[in-house]
T-cell receptor
Framework: QQKVQQSPESLIVPEGGMASLNCTFSDRNSQYFWWYRQHSGEGPKALMSIFSNGDKKEGRFTAHLNKASLHVSLHIKDSQPSDSALYFCAVSPPPYQGGRALIFGTGTTVSVSP | GGIITQTPKFLIGQEGQKLTLKCQQNFNHDTMYWYRQDSGKGLRLIYYSITENDLQKGDLSEGYDASREKKSSFSLTVTSAQKNEMAVFLC????????????FGPGTRLTVL
């Protein structure tokens, strides 16, 4: 049974600063990973996906994947107050397990202080 | 673009009551999902459906029934609401391919008195 853990549980980052979020997963057959963001009162929205080892950058957001160490991270550069939200790491099951229903991590609450 | 609509936005029920939550999507997506979120924590899968009339159980399916009578809609029934239960139920949809992005609705907040 896949386990997805996130750390820290919460963090406060100054406006303009860097936020770093971590996620570990347990199934070595996992291939595809997502970061979702949820603002208060809304449903989660996908920020980005990653499936190759290394870095993937989209604007101020950079995801890093290391499958060997079962680790994926998200870094938010130049944090803005609008980045204050709950962030989830999510892992897609491999195709032989359906490949569809995401397994979500425990979440990290990010607060950007002005 | 498209949208996912969940009704009702807030649902208050009594212990033991049968309660139904509804979800509609106009993305024309094949796959739809129901997740439960407790106290702003992680999402847990209740049911998903890869096509009309298909149902697949998630880890949290006990105590719930689901129905996918047409492609655009997916309903979830709480078969016997538990006192002090409070959670947000999130509906999502995605294209039929594996590894596809999921799009979420705003949620239904359930309170059981």
């Amino acid at each position: 049974q896949q386990k997805v853990q996130q750390s820290p549980e919460s963090l406060i980052v100054p406006e303009g600063g860097m936020a770093s979020l971590n996620c570990t997963f347990s199934d070595r057959n996992s291939q595809y990973f997502w970061w979702y963001r949820q603002h208060s009162g809304e449903g989660p929205k996908a920020l980005m996906s990653i499936f190759s080892n290394g870095d993937k950058k989209e604007g101020r957001f950079t995801a890093h994947l290391n499958k060997a160490s079962l680790h994926v991270s998200l870094h938010i550069k130049d944090s803005q107050p609008s980045d204050s939200a709950l962030y989830f790491c999510a892992v897609s099951p491999p195709p032989y397990q359906g490949g569809r229903a995401l397994i979500f991590g425990t979440g990290t609450t990010v607060s950007v202080s002005p | 673009g498209g949208i996912i609509t969940q009704t009702p936005k807030f649902l208050i029920g009594q212990e033991g009551q049968k309660l139904t939550l509804k979800c509609q999507q106009n993305f024309n997506h094949d796959t739809m999902y129901w997740y439960r979120q407790d106290s702003g924590k992680g999402l847990r899968l209740i049911y998903y459906s890869i096509t009309e009339n298909d149902l697949q159980k998630g880890d949290l399916s006990e105590g719930y029934d689901a129905s996918r009578e047409k492609k655009s809609s997916f309903s979830l029934t709480v078969t016997s609401a538990q006192k002090n239960e409070m959670a947000v139920f999130l509906c999502a949809s995605s294209p039929g391919t594996v590894y596809a992005e999921q799009f979420f609705g705003p949620g239904t907040r359930l309170t059981v008195l």
